[in-house]
């Protein structure tokens, strides 16, 4: 399997075109830039569509529009352009719309800082628009797992009709790390899309994309099976990875970015003989309470540690349901914790436990 070295925000390009993505519309911003940079190359290449939109709200109306012909489509930006895209995110979840999201963090409020950050948590997870509406969102880690997600986005986007974002930063966008592509031929059998608004060739009627229901009842009845779907999601799509769990005492709790610094600061707590383990989320939402309840009978205390002011600590404390302290450690503005920082406090927490 050919290894290459990639940067994270080429990666997600790759792995798009590889999992069919043919059409992507989108607008240029900083720490994101390179995505659309590489799929402006390659996506003539394999007879796809790269169109750069007049704003982030036009981008993301585009992608409505080829989502409702039933095209593997997707859009990418950074923190204030994802904020920009949101009523038509809403709209997609609205009318049952699959399409990717990715998500290249930077430091904010406001326009704040190219830096890297995970500051866009709550929006990603709880919904970020306006409506009772979920996103299934996924947080590689690496280089290689970036590639990787994105083809399970495309799947799970065209599996239950609702958007996917893929979340990342301004760190693993930017970084380059060796990459194993493997076999790609071009050719993808993908799910037929007999909802698609293709005309009415062999079908004798047209299909109507829609989210505007005027009659209350209507609605609710449209919010209801939401709901089961979102339900559903719950279900079958959480996903994680532990590292030194088993016997941990002191448990890191960490995604993206951070859990790389987690897992080395595990690492120097284990050589100081804390007996540390991480948990990493792959899925945000909806979120893996799994490994919390394997670690309960061993756990003294849970540390999670974010690049931001605390906002995935809020899912592990529902996970964690009281049994355990949960505590947290994170730096903002596009500050980076240190493995140091993060061990010094690891070892505060765990001299109080």
């Not at 798009?16 to 995505?35: K, V």
């Not at 590689?140 to 974002?165: H, T, W």
């Not at 060796?178 to 007999?194: F, I």
């Not at 209350?216 to 719950?234: F, G, I, Q």
Request: glycine share 10%; charged share 20%.
């Amino acid at each position: 399997m050919p290894r290459v070295l990639m940067k994270g925000n080429e990666a997600f390009g790759e792995g798009a075109i590889r999992a069919g993505c043919r059409y992507f519309f989108g607008y240029p911003i900083t720490p994101q830039s390179e995505l659309p940079h590489y799929l402006a190359r390659r996506l003539p290449e394999v007879g796809g569509v790269y169109l750069q939109a007049e704003s982030e709200v036009a981008a993301i109306n585009m992608v409505y529009g080829a989502a409702a012909a039933g095209a593997r489509v997707m859009t990418s930006s950074s923190s204030p352009g994802i904020s920009l895209m949101q009523e038509g995110i809403s709209y997609l979840a609205g009318a049952e719309l699959p399409c990717v999201i990715v998500n290249v963090m930077r430091g904010g409020p406001g326009l704040g800082n190219i830096a890297p950050a995970q500051s866009d948590y709550f929006q990603a997870v709880k919904g970020g628009g306006h409506g009772d509406y979920r996103l299934l969102c996924l947080a590689p880690s690496s280089v290689q797992e970036i590639l990787d997600l994105m083809g399970l986005a495309f799947d799970l986007a065209d599996k239950y009709r609702n958007p996917v974002m893929v979340l990342g930063d301004g760190i693993l966008g930017q970084m380059m790390e060796p990459v194993e592509l493997p076999p790609y031929s071009g050719e993808l059998k993908l799910p037929p899309k007999p909802w698609a608004t293709t005309g009415t060739a062999g079908r004798g009627t047209r299909n109507i994309i829609n989210s505007l229901y005027i009659e209350p009842e209507e609605l609710e009845e449209v919010n209801l099976r939401l709901k089961a779907k979102y339900r559903r999601m719950e279900e079958e799509e959480k996903r994680w990875e532990t590292y030194l769990l088993e016997e941990a005492e002191l448990v890191l709790v960490a995604f993206g970015t951070m859990a790389r610094v987690a897992r080395a600061a595990v690492e120097r707590l284990r050589e100081e003989g804390i007996a540390a383990g991480l948990i990493r989320p792959i899925t945000l939402y909806p979120f893996p309470d799994a490994p919390f309840h394997a670690a309960f009978s061993r756990a003294r205390a849970f540390l999670v540690v974010e690049m931001n002011l605390g906002q995935m600590v809020e899912d592990v404390r529902l996970a964690v349901e009281g049994r355990c302290p949960v505590h947290f450690y994170g730096r903002t503005g596009g500050v980076v914790p240190t493995v140091a920082e993060v061990v010094s406090f690891a070892k505060e927490v765990w001299h109080k436990s």
